[in-house]
T-cell receptor, first 115, second 115 residues
């Protein structure tokens, strides 16, 4: 069965410092991997995805993520954090080995950028 | 563009009552889905549809019904509300029938409380 783990409920980082939000996954086949962001009282917004190709994926608002097959990870990164990046971040996976046409989301990581 | 519109934004029900959460999208998206978001559990898929007349169950379908009579609308019905259905409900849609090939677009959510 597919699963996603976001090991940190909360990540705090100072403005201007690099940030990392961690995600690991477990699938039976090839993964499609995604990051979404949720601002207060809003729905989730798409940031980036990995399906195939280059392991480093660039997305919206200066975010990027690196697919690491050996470590089954897909960590979200940004070189310089902004206060406006403070939000709830979700990693999601689709397991292409099962044929299930759905995304499985992690439990979310709350990012707080401190001015 | 309105995107994905959910109504109502808030709802309080008594145990045993029924209601319908409305979801409409104006982007001609084929894929539509309903998720519930609970603290510490992330988003869990309730039901989804890949086109008019086609629906399928997700991870937590019990207690919920859906139908897709048009491309635009995907209502979620609670037949007999229970306190365990207290949650925030999100409708999401995407252009592609295969989820992940195009980004999911989320509504702003419906906060449901069952007493």
């Amino acid at each position: 069965a597919q699963s996603v783990a976001q090991p940190e409920d909360q990540v705090n980082v100072a403005e201007g410092n690099p940030l990392t939000v961690k995600c690991t996954y477990s699938v039976s086949g090839n993964p499609y991997l995604f990051w979404y962001v949720q601002y207060p009282n809003r729905g989730l917004q798409f940031l980036l995805k990995y399906i195939t190709g280059d392991n480093l994926v660039k997305g919206s608002y200066g975010f990027e993520a690196e697919f690491n097959k050996s470590q089954t990870s897909f960590h979200l990164k940004k070189p310089s954090a902004l206060v406006s990046d403070s939000a709830l971040y979700f990693c999601a996976v689709r397991d292409m080995g099962t044929g299930a046409n759905n995304l499985f989301f992690g439990t979310g990581t709350r990012l707080t950028v401190i001015p | 563009n309105a995107g994905v519109t959910q109504t109502p934004k808030f709802q309080v029900l008594k145990t045993g009552q029924s209601m319908t959460l409305q979801c409409a999208q104006d982007m001609n998206h084929e894929y539509m889905s309903w998720y519930r978001q609970d603290p510490g559990m992330g988003l869990r898929l309730i039901h989804y549809s890949v086109g008019a007349g086609i629906t399928d169950q997700g991870e937590v379908p019990n207690g919920y019904n859906v139908s897709r009579s048009t491309t635009e609308d995907f209502p979620l019905r609670l037949l007999s509300a229970a306190p365990s259905q207290t949650s925030v409900y999100f409708c999401a849609s995407s252009y592609s029938r295969e989820v992940g090939n195009s980004p999911l677009h989320f509504g702003n959510g419906t906060r449901l409380t069952v007493t």
